[in-house]
């Protein structure tokens, strides 16, 4: 590993990337703190603190090796550096609002902690396990389309936050990372209706850096180790072993970063468009330093990116995706569709969808494609990865070429 600093002009925001191959606690901690070092260390960044909170991505209750969620080792990993660091009078609380399909309750937040294998941190000393379901609603005057936020109370209790992001596809944002994941500081069912509220890609990811900017995270640092491709970000996904950390000060330009390694194009992720018309620095690589590896010995090979992926490659014009998106959704789009081998008829797609799009009949589910917003939360929450993403008949017959000639 050396040290490469690649853009020696116009450097605004500093993005490490580190291998890392395990979870194995002592090489994670190294690794972790080598990274944030690269950055300007923790000290930099937590001295004088009193309250942290750790905001990993708890989408869903999945067991750490499906990838959906951060892994509880490398924020145990975390821990034990900060108070290395802090003293042991530092509270740190580990806190989000999970996916729609785990209600804002003690029981049901509980239960993630038992399946995601972070139940044991309720006996680290300093640590709380957020269970307060509490939330509170503030405004936020330089919203751009978000002025008003419901926003769950150890977050508005802490003194700063360290963002805990999962290195993972996005079937509707193309990639999630550490901007969307901030989403889960939003409160329980309010992301659902959110999504009703902002249906084209790029409101969407508006209202996403909204809620970054409402409360940036002092450091972001990505869990790469294992992560996640296809049609993320839930068990639809495929875990892949990326060995990577991440970190950053900026989570625009360390989603930058993350997308690049991902396979993608620069600025082929809506996200970096929206920070482009905000003028949000990291939304331009050849301002970012990339610290640690080369990034070009680092990008992951044959990753697969979300099928949606290709449409962007149509619908980068703003007035296309707003006047034409409609269109384009319900006939070149992926959709989703149920497999009815792996679908339990659990009810949890039902129950969550924005638009009440899903009904049980009998053995079937039925979608009712003119209401559907393509969201993807039903894929998103499957917790037996039933709900499949395919184009339709047309965008197949598009697509399937395109892939071949584009990618
Ligand atoms: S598709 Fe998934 S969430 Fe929907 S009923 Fe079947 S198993 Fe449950
Ligand atoms: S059916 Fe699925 S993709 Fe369509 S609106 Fe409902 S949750 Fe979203």
């Known amino acids: 590993m050396e040290n490469n600093i690649q853009n020696k002009n116009a450097i605004k925001d500093q993005v490490a990337v580190l291998k890392c191959t395990s979870y194995d606690k002592e090489e994670l901690s190294q690794k972790i703190e080598k990274c944030v070092s690269l950055i300007g260390g923790f000290e930099k960044y937590i001295s004088g603190t009193k309250k942290i909170l ?4 708890f989408l869903s209750a999945s067991p750490p090796a499906t990838a959906v969620t951060t892994h509880p080792a490398f924020v145990e990993s975390i821990i034990e550096i900060i108070k290395k660091i802090a003293g042991s009078n530092i509270e740190i609380t580990i806190a989000d609002s999970p996916g729609v399909a785990t209600p804002h309750t003690k029981r049901d937040l509980s239960k993630l902690y038992e399946i995601t294998g972070f139940k044991y941190f309720h ?13 509170r609603t503030v405004s936020f005057k330089d919203g751009k389309v978000l002025k008003q936020l419901e926003v769950i109370k150890p977050v508005l209790e802490a003194d700063l936050i360290i963002n805990l992001p999962k290195f993972k596809t996005h079937s509707l944002t193309r990639m999630t990372g550490a901007v969307k994941n901030m989403y889960g500081i939003i409160h329980g069912r309010t992301k659902t209706l959110l999504h009703t509220k902002f249906m084209d890609i790029h409101k969407f990811n508006d209202m996403l850096l909204d809620v970054y900017l409402f409360k940036k995270p002092v450091i972001n640092i990505m ?11 839930g068990t639809s996904g495929k875990a892949r072993e990326t060995g990577l950390i991440l970190a950053s000060t900026n989570g625009i330009a360390l989603d930058n970063v993350a997308s690049i390694l991902m396979g993608f194009k620069e600025k082929q992720i809506p996200l970096m468009s929206c920070a482009m018309e905000r003028n949000l620095p990291g939304f331009e690589l050849k301002d970012i330093a990339i610290l640690g590896e080369k990034i070009e010995e680092v990008i992951i090979s044959n990753f697969i990116l979300p099928k949606n992926s290709n449409i962007d490659r149509i619908t980068k014009n703003r007035f296309a995706n707003t006047y034409i998106f409609p269109f ?50 039903c894929s998103e ?27």
């Open 54 to 57: 750790l905001k990993p991505n």
């Open 123 to 135: 006996d680290i000393p300093g640590v709380t396990l957020n269970l307060d379901t509490g939330y």
């Open 223 to 233: 869990d790469g180790i294992l992560g996640m491709e296809g049609e993320g970000p």
């Open 328 to 377: 384009i959704r319900n006939t070149l789009s992926i959709s989703p569709y149920q497999n009815k081998i792996k679908c339990k008829l659990c009810g949890t797609c039902r129950d969550i969808c924005p638009e009440i799009a899903i009904i049980i009949e009998g053995e079937k589910l039925k979608l009712d494609y003119k209401k559907c917003i393509r969201c993807y939360c």
């Open 381 to 407: 929450m499957c917790p037996n990865a039933a709900m499949e993403l395919k184009y339709s008949f047309l965008g197949n017959l598009i697509f399937s070429k395109k892939r071949k000639i584009l990618n």
